[in-house]
């Protein structure tokens, strides 16, 4: 159940096999849209870049702590991957492929960008839930005419800084102890992470770079 200043949103692969609330919060979290290329190639790793990215080829996430990500059923059906082997863990729904969010590769910084294709909520609930979205950030990745949008070529200084400041609040509030992602005594992901070999990842790139948001 949501605390005061907070909002529960239903979270749901498509197959509804796995179910969670993210407990909402502006003052807890950052909403951006990224269009960088790894972001669209995790995309494309699931199959599913139609669902998404948006028209520039953006992923819309919610920046939060990961205690405030509840996984109700469905846990076994996470799975882990990373592009690289120094890249974050990205977490999707292994039954269907939905993405649910990033974390760093340690679970001692309790941080994740939740996706929105993984929230079963309308734009106007978001928008209620999170307020508008803050930032659009690393453009030099997006694809087709951008003009009409502000779009920042790279991670302002100003989205860093409120990052680190969610991190921060989350190392300091202990956290970690309550992720869906690690366990709470070792640290370790309940997953093992998945790393793309050169030619997965070569695949992967190739397809994302042929992929055209606005044709869809």
Known sequence: MASAGQTDLPIRCT???LRGVLHASSTRGNRCV???DDCQSFAHFLGRPADILD??????VFQTSQALVEI??????????RLTS???????A???????????????????G??????????AALDAAMGPVRQRTMGRFAKGDTSGLDIHERLSFGLIARVLRIMLGAKLRGDARRSPFFDAQSGEPIAAPKVLSDGELR???????RYSPSAR
């Not at 109700?72 to 991957?81: F, I, P, Q, S, V």
């Not at 292994?94 to 649910?100: A, D, E, K």
């Not at 939740?114 to 734009?123: H, K, M, N, S």
Request: hydrophobic share 30%.
């Open 15 to 17: 197959c509804g096999a």
């Open 34 to 36: 990224c269009y960088c």
């Open 55 to 60: 028209e520039h080829g953006g992923t819309e």
């Open 72 to 81: 109700a059923e469905g846990a076994d059906r996470l799975a882990c991957m």
């Open 86 to 92: 120094k890249g974050p863990f990205r977490w999707y």
């Open 94 to 112: 292994s039954c269907c492929r939905t993405p649910i969010g990033n974390t760093m590769a340690t679970g001692k910084l309790p941080f994740t």
């Open 114 to 123: 939740l996706i929105r294709a993984c929230l079963d909520a309308d734009d």
């Open 203 to 209: 695949e992967v790139e190739s397809a994302r770079d």
